[in-house]
């Protein structure tokens, strides 16, 4: 720039225009005092990059909006950060990761978001147990059923099946949530007691 000779540029005259992401550190032979060599007349300004910046993780179901996790922020970022998606993932009961919208994330000035999306888990059983009420005598043998989806609603009154000389009495839970733990449904039968019997007194020979 143009300047008088003994003339004084301190900081305050200076244009700072860093470039986006950047923010001013320090000058250099400032304030000068402009004199007849060239070579002297200059001032250096010096920027680094900006290290106070964030990124926000969001942990998504697949195909819906059903947010599975509190939202991560991870602060004191430095500009031109590169964040890798395999490196956010985390374990989420009932879903197994399946993608995210960017493989790499490089932190700018705006709003610096990754979204990670998960699935329901669809490898998870029940079982269903058949037994006598206040005894817990097995009646029929143990139902397993494999291939659960996750979250998936189980009626107990539809595992309701028919014993010869028994009477169903209820269950331990008129619905069952499908989770990772031990899925398990208990139904209790009583005996009959609506049964006869007969005496039939006969010749013997003759069956008179």
Same mark, same amino acid.
Do not use: W
């Given at each position: 720039?143009?300047?008088?000779?003994?003339s004084?540029?301190?900081?305050n $005259? +200076? $244009?700072l225009?860093?470039k986006d &992401?950047y923010?001013?550190e320090?000058?250099?032979?400032?304030?000068?005092t402009?004199?007849?060599?060239?070579s002297?007349n200059?001032?250096k300004?010096?920027y680094?990059?900006?290290?106070? +910046?964030?990124?926000?993780?969001n %942990? /998504?179901e697949q &195909?819906?909006t059903?947010? /599975?996790h509190?939202q991560?922020?991870?602060?004191?970022?430095?500009?031109?950060?590169?964040?890798?998606?395999?490196?956010e993932?985390?374990?989420?009961?009932?879903?197994?990761y399946?993608?995210?919208?960017k493989?790499t /994330?490089?932190?700018?000035t705006g709003?610096?978001v990754?979204n990670?999306?998960y699935?329901?888990?669809t !490898?998870?059983?029940y079982?269903?147990? %058949?037994?006598?009420? !206040? $005894?817990?005598k097995?009646?029929?043998?143990?139902?397993?059923?494999d291939?659960? $989806?996750?979250g998936?609603?189980?009626t107990?009154?539809d595992e309701v099946?028919?014993?010869?000389g028994y009477?169903y009495d209820?269950?331990?839970k008129?619905?069952?949530?499908? &989770?990772t733990?031990?899925n398990?449904?208990?139904i209790?039968?009583t005996?009959?007691?609506d049964?006869s %019997?007969?005496v039939?007194y006969l010749?013997?020979d003759?069956?008179?």
């Amino acid at each position: 720039s143009s300047a008088l000779y003994g003339s004084e540029v301190d900081k305050n $005259t +200076l $244009t700072l225009k860093p470039k986006d &992401g950047y923010e001013f550190e320090k000058t250099e032979n400032c304030p000068l005092t402009i004199g007849t060599d060239e070579s002297k007349n200059v001032i250096k300004v010096y920027y680094k990059k900006q290290t106070n +910046l964030s990124y926000k993780v969001n %942990y /998504l179901e697949q &195909g819906t909006t059903n947010v /599975l996790h509190e939202q991560k922020v991870q602060g004191e970022m430095t500009f031109d950060d590169v964040v890798k998606s395999e490196d956010e993932v985390i374990e989420i009961n009932g879903y197994n990761y399946a993608s995210a919208d960017k493989e790499t /994330l490089t932190i700018g000035t705006g709003e610096n978001v990754l979204n990670l999306y998960y699935t329901k888990r669809t !490898d998870l059983s029940y079982k269903v147990n %058949y037994l006598e009420k !206040d $005894t817990d005598k097995v009646l029929s043998p143990q139902k397993v059923k494999d291939g659960m $989806t996750f979250g998936t609603v189980i009626t107990s009154s539809d595992e309701v099946i028919k014993i010869d000389g028994y009477n169903y009495d209820s269950v331990d839970k008129d619905t069952l949530e499908i &989770g990772t733990g031990d899925n398990v449904i208990n139904i209790y039968y009583t005996k009959r007691t609506d049964l006869s %019997y007969k005496v039939n007194y006969l010749e013997k020979d003759t069956d008179k």
